[in-house]
């Protein structure tokens, strides 16, 4: 698959979410549905770099399957409330690169 830019995606689901008359869920019922997802990637964090292993007869779902489900919520929820996610990651990373320029020790980088 080739590289999608974040306007690509919205469109991507917002085609998919269009095709069906519920359209987008309610905004507490997006944020119920990423606090289910993320509950997801926690365990499948925990089943690969904590103490609890995996039942021998569980489905074998992976971080990467998690974070994407988490994506999908994430831009089903920026699309029902008309954001556009690729303004709002220049915004926060304006944030980042002002606010904690110096918070970090930055790696010495030889040209």
Same mark, same amino acid.
């Given at each position: 698959?080739?590289? $999608? *830019?974040? @306007?690509?995606?919205?469109?991507? #689901?917002d085609?998919y979410? *269009?095709?069906? +008359?519920? =359209?987008?869920?309610?905004?507490?019922?997006?944020? @119920?549905r990423? !606090?289910?997802? #993320? =509950?997801? &990637? /926690?365990?499948? #964090?925990?089943?690969?770099? =904590?103490?609890?292993p $995996? $039942?021998?007869?569980? %489905?074998?779902n992976?971080?990467?399957?998690?974070? @994407?489900?988490?994506?999908?919520?994430?831009?089903?929820f %920026?699309? *029902? &409330? =008309?954001?556009?996610? /690729?303004?709002a990651?220049?915004r #926060?990373?304006n +944030?980042?690169? !002002?606010?904690? %320029?110096?918070?970090? !020790?930055? $790696?010495?980088?030889?040209?």
């Amino acid at each position: 698959m080739s590289e $999608k *830019s974040l @306007a690509e995606m919205q469109r991507e #689901v917002d085609r998919y979410i *269009s095709q069906f +008359k519920e =359209g987008y869920f309610s905004p507490l019922s997006m944020l @119920a549905r990423m !606090t289910e997802e #993320v =509950g997801e &990637l /926690a365990r499948e #964090v925990n089943h690969e770099f =904590g103490e609890k292993p $995996k $039942k021998v007869d569980e %489905a074998d779902n992976s971080i990467e399957n998690e974070l @994407a489900d988490i994506l999908f919520i994430v831009i089903c929820f %920026a699309n *029902s &409330l =008309g954001i556009d996610m /690729a303004e709002a990651h220049d915004r #926060v990373m304006n +944030k980042f690169n !002002t606010r904690d %320029a110096n918070r970090w !020790t930055r $790696k010495n980088v030889e040209p």
